[in-house]
């Protein structure tokens, strides 16, 4: 299986920062990554498919950008409803694994 | 809006078969453009992709999986289904269901709200 691993795991930030969260593949995957954010008893939410493009009604702050092994999202400017765990996802291949996940708590 | 929902069980047996059904509502399982999945995360933990089936009824599993589990779907219904057979503790989770868009690979676009499903005697 082609390993997904997630850095850091653990962030803890202000509102207002910017953050940057990195997935990194064990090969080239090309643009076949997707990221989620989940909050406390809630289903994962998409926010980027495509490594960059941004799903509706997702804000702007949120950006996705990378090819190949190494991807990142970054959020602009923390707002408070962003402390959540964020999941990248990878879906080139057989079989679809998630990161372990980025814990994004409140400094 | 699509909306999705998991029913079956919250308690399964060790060694049974865990059922689970998602009912769609503002979608159609038979729409071409979509496939539909199943992910499950256990307490505290990540996120585990358990397959998906297409509308042609054509399915994909996750290798962990292969030799126990299998999906179907019922369009008459509006719903598909999850069979995941000789469970044990390990199995216990939150169970997803997934409705999937086609963009550089089947990501994940509407979710259900989760099912627990606990094994024990």
């Not at chain 1, 930030?13 to 997935?23: F, L, N, Q």
Request: one cysteine or more; hydrophobic letters at 30%; glycine letters at 10%.
């Amino acid at each position: 299986d082609i390993r997904l691993t997630q850095s850091p795991t653990f962030l803890s930030a202000s509102v207002g920062d910017r953050v940057t969260i990195t997935c990194r593949a064990g090969q080239d995957i090309g643009n076949y990554l997707a990221w989620y954010q989940q909050k406390p008893g809630k289903a994962p939410n998409l926010l980027i498919y495509g490594a960059s493009t941004l799903q509706g009604g997702v804000p702007s702050r949120f950006s996705g950008s990378g090819s190949g092994t190494e991807f990142t999202l970054t959020i602009s400017s923390l707002q408070p409803e962003d402390f959540a765990i964020y999941y990248c996802q990878r879906l080139e291949s057989y079989p679809i694994t998630f990161g372990q996940g980025t814990r994004l708590e409140i400094k | 809006q699509v909306q999705l929902q998991e029913s079956g069980p919250g308690l399964v047996k060790p060694s049974q078969t865990l059922s689970l059904t998602c009912t769609v509502s503002g979608d159609s399982v038979s729409s071409g453009s979509y496939s539909w999945s199943w992910v499950r995360q256990p307490a505290g933990q990540g996120l585990e992709w358990i397959g998906r089936i297409y509308t042609s009824g054509r399915t994909n599993y996750n290798p962990s999986f292969e030799s126990r589990v299998a999906m179907s779907l019922d369009t008459s219904r509006n719903q598909f289904s999850l069979n995941l057979n000789s469970v044990a503790a390990a199995d216990t989770a939150v169970y997803y269901c997934v409705r999937e868009a086609f963009v550089s690979g089947w990501h994940g676009d509407s979710w259900g709200q989760g099912t627990l499903v606990t094994v024990s005697s």
